[in-house]
């Protein structure tokens, strides 16, 4: 079958029609979704048979979420509506492929370009990736969340280029991002942004200037280790795009896009495919963003939640490129009779092109360098580990996780008898049979160290209760040395049994203080589990990685371990 001169994918055993009015193709909240029940068949849109360029038209080529996956993306990550799909070789022929076609262009980005990256870019704290970014002509981008893993010091040595406090990277010096990372609503005490960050940027493109802002989602300052940017707030985003409207067009601005590392998600009829660039019954979030803007903002380029849309909202376009350099938003701004319009087209990465050699010596050259250390083996596994939640709330992996920071913080000074591990810092499984550095590596690799504090019997409890601070996504840690049991449908605040409490096999006293260990995210209050802030006398340990490398090594292969939570 094909659609519009382009290919069509069955998507699992049933079919449906897309119905494509052509570029930026997209319905308004409410409109229902952008495929059939009947029929689903997303066509393949990538960057053959581009149309031609118009006079006064500008594109944008719009990425998010990339986290340093410079090499194809694997499994069920690599692919969108069946074909494989992202790589920085590939993704960047792919842009060459739209700046040919649309000379009057430039490339930007909402957030997470880094951070939570697989080894090869990690390991060196993401400068291959910036390198990459460079390489391609980056113009702008957000910051998201993940820009701050390392605090706002690093954040500022990753703009500004420098060795990292470790050591210098092998290859050319590090001379930092050449665009610009904007930060619109993150601001000290005094209103002002962390240096040298700004909250927006102008693009003279195609003779037309273009303000562009970015923002990050305000639950930054939730989801990342607190220390790191101790004494900024990340305040509303809408609000913050708002306010900087006056002072773009003040300097010039035409029209106005803006990057926001924040986003929604499609919600499809039953048995539907996601058309990936459909707006089926966006979440309400996305239409918010729309009608809070300035209606000089004619674009929003979203990102964070990792998935792919196009909307049109009250005359503005919403887009999001799902992740890992999968997708590029192709957006066109049309100028003409003192309005713009704005419409855009979510194009697939594929595999099929030829791979941009520059692009692949870089991949080729870092892969090389982090391959000894990946490929160490350091232990093995019984069976497969996963990091998804059993029926208790915690992972098997997590509890593992836990045992192994509890495993290197036993003896004195730390002296722990209890360990706890959060849900968001165990980011993929372990496979059965031998377990390598670069395996332990895609399973933390945030960097945190391992801390120990003292907290009271008292307080273990008001941070177990902390699991349900949001009761619409509980944050279930996983234990070590520590078991209770809990009831779901109980009220906030009294859903664990406070008798079925037991640390290193004896029940709780609230009076007594117990020395308690979890890594450095959350003893800075990390995911809202402020108790830990209450915490005295720390001993701050080994990096959670090497925590787990040493409790692999010489030990039977691991095996997943009973629950420690017994949920009612």
């Not at 382009?6 to 055993?13: K, L, Q, T, Y």
């Not at 697989?118 to 910051?143: C, K, Q, W, Y």
């Not at 100028?335 to 979510?346: H, K, L, T, W, Y």
Request: hydrophobic residues 40%; aromatic residues 6%; proline residues 7%.
């Amino acid at each position: 079958m094909r659609a519009h001169g382009r290919i069509a994918v069955v998507i699992a055993g049933f079919v449906s029609v897309m119905l494509v009015a052509g570029c930026g193709a997209g319905t308004q909240p409410g409109d229902g979704p952008t495929t059939s029940t009947v029929s689903g068949v997303i066509p393949l849109i990538s960057t053959d048979d581009l149309s031609n360029a118009l006079p006064d038209e500008v594109h944008l080529f719009g990425l998010n979420d990339l986290h340093g996956n410079l090499q194809p993306p694997t499994g069920s990550t690599g692919k969108i509506a069946g074909h494989d799909a992202g790589g920085a070789a590939y993704l960047a022929t792919h842009l060459a492929r739209l700046k040919k076609a649309y000379p009057a262009s430039a490339v930007v980005a909402a957030g997470d370009n880094i951070g939570a990256s697989p080894l090869m870019s990690g390991l060196f704290r993401d400068e291959p990736t910036i390198s990459f970014l460079n390489s391609i002509g980056l113009a702008a981008s957000s910051v998201g969340n993940h820009e701050f893993d390392h605090g706002v010091l690093e954040l500022a040595r990753i703009q500004r280029g420098g060795c990292a406090p470790d050591g210098c990277a092998p290859g050319a010096p590090f001379t930092g991002a050449k665009f610009p990372y904007l930060a619109a609503n993150v601001t000290d005490a005094q209103g002002k942004l962390p240096q040298p960050l700004r909250p927006w940027t102008m693009l003279e493109v195609g003779g037309h200037r273009i303000g562009v802002v970015g923002t990050v989602t305000p639950d930054t300052a939730n989801i990342v280790f607190p220390e790191g940017i101790r004494g900024y707030k990340f305040g509303d985003q809408v609000a913050a795009i708002n306010a900087y409207v006056p002072e773009m067009k003040a300097a010039g601005a035409e029209t106005i896009v803006a990057l926001l590392h924040d986003g929604g998600v499609q919600k499809a009829a039953p048995d539907a495919a996601v058309d990936y660039n459909g707006c089926a019954n966006i979440s309400p979030e996305v239409a918010a963003l729309a009608t809070g803007t300035d209606p000089a903002v004619r674009a929003l380029v979203t990102g964070h939640t990792h998935q792919p849309y196009v909307c049109t909202i009250e005359g503005k376009v919403l887009t999001q490129a799902a992740s890992y350099g999968r997708l590029i938003t192709d957006i066109t701004l049309k100028f003409g009779g003192g309005e713009v319009q704005a419409s855009a087209v979510n194009r697939v990465v594929t595999r099929e092109v030829t791979p941009d050699p520059t692009s692949t010596d870089l991949v080729d050259f870092y892969a090389d360098q982090a391959k000894p250390r990946a490929a160490r083996v350091v232990g093995a596994a019984a069976q497969n580990l996963t990091h998804e939640p059993a029926a208790s709330g915690e992972s098997p992996l997590g509890d593992i996780v836990a045992d192994a920071m509890l495993a290197a913080t036993t003896a004195a000074p730390a002296a722990a008898v209890a360990a706890v591990m959060n849900p968001g810092g165990v980011r993929a499984d372990l496979k059965s049979g031998e377990i390598t550095y670069g395996d332990i590596y895609t399973v933390q690799p945030f960097g945190n160290q391992v801390v120990t504090v003292t907290l009271t019997g008292s307080q273990i409890l008001r941070l177990l209760e902390q699991q349900w601070d949001n009761p619409s996504k509980p944050t279930v840690l996983s234990p070590s040395g520590l078991t209770y049991t809990y009831v779901a449908s109980a009220p906030k605040g009294g859903k664990v049994v406070a008798a079925s409490v037991r640390i290193a096999g004896q029940p709780l006293n609230q009076v007594a203080t117990y020395r308690i260990t979890t890594n450095s995210f959350l003893a800075g209050g990390g995911d809202g589990f402020a108790v830990f802030t209450e915490g005295t006398d720390k001993a701050v340990g080994p990096i959670d990685l090497d925590a787990f490398e040493a409790f692999a090594k010489g030990r039977p292969p691991l095996q997943a371990p009973p629950a420690r939570a017994e949920k009612r």
